[in-house]
């Protein structure tokens, strides 16, 4: 059954500039598809156009009758007064209408014996049992836990939150009405790490249809299964998730640039025979002209094929200053609060050279405000932060600031960087600012292109220690991969908060992790450290083993005496070395899969599956080894 089905939209904000020219696309009931392409391709305009809130200047937008849609980018406006609580109530109206009915029908009830009025009760009764009506406040508590909305948030007034928490607290409520249609419009930007695997967990369960824009590449391989991109107002469709798509990307580029060479070595060799068939034609043979006339038309023929294009990577990279000394970075017994909340107390870390650190925590923990400590935009309540005498830091912070936003971005760079105009027009070339864009405003600029125009000021500083606080955030995914190009060149020390976890798998070689006031230092990679966590909480959730009950004085002896025993302490033993040979494999794949992040999920999986059956496996020889030992004493 087909929920959505777009066919031929056309839209024009401005004449003559089609955002779309002829956009189709079916998606099924239950289907998982992406919906890709850079800012400004026209993606949240077919949103706007499925939602009716925009109509397209041609074509059709049809959505399965009875279906309910939610789209969590639109905030719907509440009375004024509303708390969390009341918004997130709204989800459950029809059921409240239920309730109140059910208790004017009780009443009635109590007054007499109308048939009509039992009959009425009894089915309203079922209606509101089988909608979950006696389950309102056990969903609401565990959508509420995923998404990280405490009972603190939940009483205070909607309007009083931020654009990202207003967002969270609506997709929570969408979640709670159970739509069957969910549109999803960056959804992970204001989560942190915990709720946003929450969601995706959510969302393997969801049994309707989901179309989603999303610049979180994890997401896309978690979630999707089908993307369809936004290529020149039409839809290119992949039957993968966004591994798949980059992949089967990069082989249609290459297909189309086979195609188009050998229509151009064909294009070259009649152009050069046709040309000769004029030569002959000069003198005087008329049949040699048409055949060159022919030829001609044929050429115009063979030229269908526009010459593949791709974005070309970034022309820069960070200048780097040379490390001296032992200890980049030393903090010591740091400690941080703001009114009657500390953030962190304790804290002792030591950071030498080239290590590229995550900085994690969910939100609120105090991440930003560790970094603005280390820049000296706040002090600390006790404690210290030493910074080696060669350190040199160049810093992207997740809110961009500019002194003079009024002005363009060219005398931005003169002021900034002592350039001259033409070094500021290449520097700018360089990272996607062309022509007239150069003398826009910094104040006109997207948050997305402040970020950008913000890297590209700190390429020409020579610094050591890099630290990047959300860069990913507001960007689309070929200005992430732009920022990993420049990140992957630079070899001093990084560190970095991020929510995106395909760029900390990427680059992070050591984690610290910020919760309960507190940093867990990990040395390892990001697969490494959720394997490590994983572990924790399995161990934490096992049921203690059952101390096995010592042997009677009047056992029976074993069947097969020793030699069967010694048989078994054997076979156990050579489980245990093929399981610890197969480990030392894993630890190898897990190395040559370092930038495959789910190649590595794999690896990471059967590695701790490994680990757990060697454990058993270890338990199993010295119960034999002891019996054993026993059998041969007796």
Known sequence: MIDIQLTGLVKEFEVGKRILDGFSLQIDQGERVGLLGRNGAGKTTIFRMMTGQVDPDEGTVSIAPGKRLGLISQIPVYPEGYTVRDVLDTAFAPLHAMERELVDLAAQMADGDDPGVLARYDKLTAAFEAGGGYDTETRLNKVCNGLGIGDGMRSRPFDALSGGEKTRINLARL??????????????????LNATEWLESYLERFKGTVLAISHDRWFLDKVV???????????????????????????????????????QAKIAQLEAAAEQMRLWAFKGNDKQYRRAINMERRIERLRTTDKPTKEKKLATRFGEREFHGDEALVVTELKKSFG??????????????????????????????????IMGEEAPDSGSIYLGPSIRIGYLPQIIHFDRPDRNLVDTMLYAQNCSTQEARDRLAAFKFRGEDVFKQVSALSGGEQSRLRLCMLMDSRINLLILDEPTNHLDIDSREWIEEAVEEYGGNLLFVSHDRYFIEKFATRVWMLENGQITDFHGTYGEFRAFRERQEQLKNAKPAPEPEKPKEDKP??????????KQVRSAERAVEKAEVRLDELAQEAEEAASDYLKLQDVYAERERLEDELAHLYGEWERLAAELEDARGS
């Open 557 to 566: 002896k074993r069947p097969g005496g020793t030699k069967e025993l010694e």
């Open 225 to 263: 299964k089908r993307v369809a991109e936004i290529q020149d107002g039409r839809a290119e469709l992949y039957s993968g998730n966004y591994s798949f798509y980059v992949e089967e990307k990069e082989r249609r580029y290459q297909e189309r640039l086979k195609q188009y060479e050998k229509e």
């Open 340 to 373: 009657d909340r500390t953030l962190f107390d304790h804290i002792n870390l030591e950071v030498t050279g080239g290590e590229r650190i995550a900085l994690l925590g969910d939100n609120g923990t105090g991440k930003s405000t560790f970094i603005k400590l």
């Open 175 to 192: 979640i709670l009405e159970d739509t069957d249609i969910l549109l999803l419009d960056e959804p992970t930007n204001h989560l942190d």
